[in-house]
C-alpha cells in the first residue's frame, strides 16, 4: 500500500491506516516529551495521552501478540502499576475513538 501525503511539503500531513497513524501519532507525543522543555501539567497530560494509545494500540485486531506484550508492558511504564492494567481480553476488539 503506497503512502499518500498532501502536496504542500512543508505540510506533515499523510494518510496512513488507523493503528499506523496511531503508532504515528504516539511517537510524535514520546518525541515531544522527551524533547520540550513543558510545564509539568502539560508533561503529565502528554504522557496519559501516551499511556492510553500504547493501550489503544495493543486492543487493534492487527497487532500481534508479542507486539502486544510490548505495548501492555509499556503502557504500565507510562504511568499506572502494570499490574492494576485491564487484561487484554477486557479490552475492547472493536474501533474505539481516541481523542
Known amino acids: 500500500m503506497?503512502?499518500?501525503h498532501a502536496p504542500?511539503?512543508?505540510?506533515?500531513?499523510?494518510?496512513l491506516p488507523r493503528t499506523e497513524?496511531?503508532?504515528?501519532g504516539t511517537l510524535a507525543l514520546m518525541t515531544g516529551?522527551?524533547?520540550t522543555p513543558?510545564?509539568?501539567?502539560?508533561r503529565e497530560l502528554m504522557a496519559t495521552?501516551?499511556?492510553?494509545?500504547?493501550?489503544?494500540?495493543a486492543a487493534q485486531p492487527h497487532v500481534s501478540?508479542?507486539?502486544?506484550?510490548?505495548?501492555c508492558r509499556l503502557s504500565g511504564q507510562w504511568g499506572d502499576d502494570p499490574a492494576?492494567?485491564?487484561?487484554?481480553?477486557?479490552w475492547p476488539t472493536g474501533p474505539v475513538q481516541v481523542h
Open 84 to 90: 492494576a492494567a485491564p487484561a487484554v481480553s477486557a
Open 49 to 57: 495521552k501516551v499511556r492510553a494509545n500504547l493501550a489503544e494500540l
Open 21 to 24: 497513524a496511531l503508532l504515528a
Open 33 to 35: 516529551l522527551a524533547h
Open 65 to 71: 501478540e508479542a507486539l502486544r506484550t510490548v505495548l
Open 2 to 4: 503506497s503512502t499518500k
Open 8 to 15: 504542500d511539503a512543508h505540510t506533515e500531513e499523510y494518510l
Open 38 to 42: 513543558l510545564c509539568a501539567s502539560h
